[in-house]
Structures are given as structure tokens and as C-alpha cells.
């Protein structure tokens, strides 16, 4: 395999992104000058240094003061409410909406519809972890699952009502999924505000 080759297969890594589009990719590189290739390189190792990862909610933020992104770190968030989200440009279409203020928790992916090893695709067991601890530290009150209205979002949405239910039963905590604000098939990433502010507002 040469060069060009094992860059593409680098490339074909990334989400969304085909062998046709990952080769683009390696021949637009080729084109560039040296100078680009390498500031490009070096901002892709200083990410990796730079960004940090909420210990609460998953986030991945930048600041070198706090542990904890600004949302957990807020005293205007509020803490009886958490959204379960797929990924942070989840994280990100909600907070534009300005419809949410309370805590999340990024699952990390979603649940395939036909696996025998679930926990390895998403964040389970700190999960569940997150949310006995909110209870008794915040005082949580209600979660809501926030993920796209697509098969694998739905199959993700009954698996944590399951795995939640103990909790939920136990301490008596409201638990809801977004409205059909979100047509079928949408995922939330791409939403608008005006989409996530209606499914927030039918949530059941």
C-alpha cells in the first residue's frame, strides 16, 4: 500500500466520508504547499493537547482554569433537568435554540439495532452513574432523551428507558424523549432552532 493509499484509508475514517471523498482529500493536500500541509498537521496535534473532555457531562471544551466546561461549571444551569444527547454538535444545535437550560450527558453514539455488546458503542455505565449521583447531589428531577428520530435513535431511546427504569422507579424521576417537533429520519445536529424548540415543547 503507498503512500496515497494509506492516507485515503486515514481519511475514509472520518463520519460521512467515502473512498472517492477521502482520496479528494489526499490530492488536494498534494496541491497545497508544504507550509499549509504543516500548520495543518500542527493544529491537529495541538487540538489533541489544547481540548479537554467534561468529567460530567463528555464535552469536549477548551480552558486551561476549569475542570468542568461551562455549562456544568455554571450556577445558572439548571440541575434538576438532564438531556441525553448523542454527540456535542447536538450539544451545540440545543444551546443555539436557547429552549434548554439544564445539564447534558453525551452518550458518545448510539446503539446499534442488531449487537450483543452494547456498552462498547455508548457511555452505559457512566451513565447511569451520572444519574444516581444528580439525583442525590442536585436533586434531579427530570431527563430527557434527546437523540435523532431515525431507527438507531429510537432502538438508543428504548434501550436507556430499559436500562434506566430501575432508577427511575426507585427515586421517582420523570423521564420523557423529545416531541415531534423532529420529523422522522432527522437528526438533531441538523435541526433548527425552531425544530428543537417545538420537540422540547412536546416532549411526552
Keep these: 500500500m503507498d503512500n496515497i493509499e494509506k492516507l485515503t484509508q486515514k481519511f475514509k475514517e472520518f463520519p460521512g466520508i467515502g473512498e472517492r471523498q477521502a482520496k479528494r482529500f489526499v490530492y488536494f493536500l498534494l496541491h497545497k504547499n508544504p507550509s499549509y500541509v504543516k500548520e495543518l498537521g500542527d493544529e491537529i496535534l495541538s487540538i489533541k493537547n489544547k481540548i479537554k473532555q467534561c468529567p460530567s457531562c463528555y464535552l469536549f471544551f477548551q480552558n486551561d482554569n476549569f475542570d468542568l466546561c461551562e455549562?456544568?461549571?455554571?450556577?445558572?444551569?439548571?440541575?434538576?433537568?438532564?438531556?441525553?444527547?448523542?454527540?456535542?454538535?447536538?450539544?451545540?444545535?440545543?444551546?443555539?435554540?436557547?429552549?434548554?437550560?439544564?445539564?447534558?450527558?453525551?452518550?458518545?453514539?448510539?446503539?446499534?439495532?442488531?449487537?450483543?455488546?452494547?456498552?462498547?458503542?455508548?457511555?452505559?455505565?457512566?451513565?447511569?452513574?451520572?444519574?444516581?449521583?444528580?439525583?442525590?447531589?442536585?436533586?434531579?428531577?427530570?431527563?430527557?432523551?434527546?437523540?435523532?428520530?431515525?431507527?438507531?435513535?429510537?432502538h438508543t431511546d428504548m434501550y436507556l428507558r430499559e436500562m434506566l427504569s430501575p432508577i427511575i422507579n426507585k427515586y421517582q424521576i420523570k423521564i420523557v424523549s423529545l416531541g415531534r417537533g423532529l420529523s422522522t429520519g432527522t437528526e438533531l445536529e441538523y435541526s433548527d432552532s425552531e425544530t428543537i424548540k417545538n420537540a422540547f415543547k412536546n416532549r411526552s
Excluded: H, W
Excluded at 454538535?89 to 446503539?111: P, Q
Design 71 to 154: 455549562v456544568c461549571s455554571s450556577s445558572k444551569t439548571d440541575k434538576t433537568s438532564l438531556l441525553i444527547i448523542e454527540k456535542d454538535a447536538d450539544m451545540e444545535s440545543i444551546k443555539k435554540s436557547k429552549t434548554y437550560n439544564g445539564m447534558y450527558f453525551i452518550l458518545g453514539g448510539l446503539v446499534p439495532i442488531v449487537t450483543k455488546d452494547t456498552p462498547t458503542f455508548i457511555r452505559i455505565k457512566e451513565l447511569l452513574k451520572t444519574v444516581e449521583e444528580k439525583i442525590k447531589k442536585d436533586n434531579l428531577k427530570e431527563i430527557v432523551i434527546a437523540l435523532s428520530l431515525n431507527p438507531q435513535g429510537e
